[in-house]
């Protein structure tokens, strides 16, 4: 059984889905079940990959991570998200841009967390 907001990669054609309705069935892309990617929140090595949220005047600014992430081409940050009490917010990224981005919001929510996805690391969580 799938929930609510977990992640999907096939690792053959490299599709990602986001689950916005859990079901009971098995994802299956390109003949083979998909892999549910688990958030990491632990830095490994020299490259970081946890998002730094900071709360700004205009909402709240995600960096990834304590040191910049690489953002070539054959390794970026693909997408970065905002969880605020259980609304998604998300900015996908290209190779060449920070790997940073800035929310304006205007709420004082009560649960707030980041989510972002290497293309070579997986999925992190702070
Ligand atoms: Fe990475």
Request: glycine letters at 8%; a negative charge.
């Amino acid at each position: 059984m799938s929930q609510l907001k977990q992640v999907y990669r096939c690792n053959v054609c490299g599709h990602i889905i986001e689950i916005v309705n859990p079901g009971a069935g098995q994802l299956v892309c390109c003949g083979q079940p998909m892999e549910l990617l688990v958030e990491k929140i632990k830095d490994e090595g020299s490259e970081k990959h946890v998002p730094i949220i900071e709360k700004t005047t205009n909402g709240y600014k995600i960096k990834v991570g304590s040191v910049p992430h690489p953002m070539e081409a054959a390794h970026y940050i693909q997408w970065i998200e905002l969880i605020l009490d259980g609304v998604v917010l998300r900015k996908h990224l290209n190779p060449g841009e920070m790997p940073e981005v800035e929310f304006c919001v205007s709420v004082d929510a009560k649960s707030v967390s980041a989510r972002e996805y290497c293309n070579v690391h997986g999925l992190w969580k702070s």
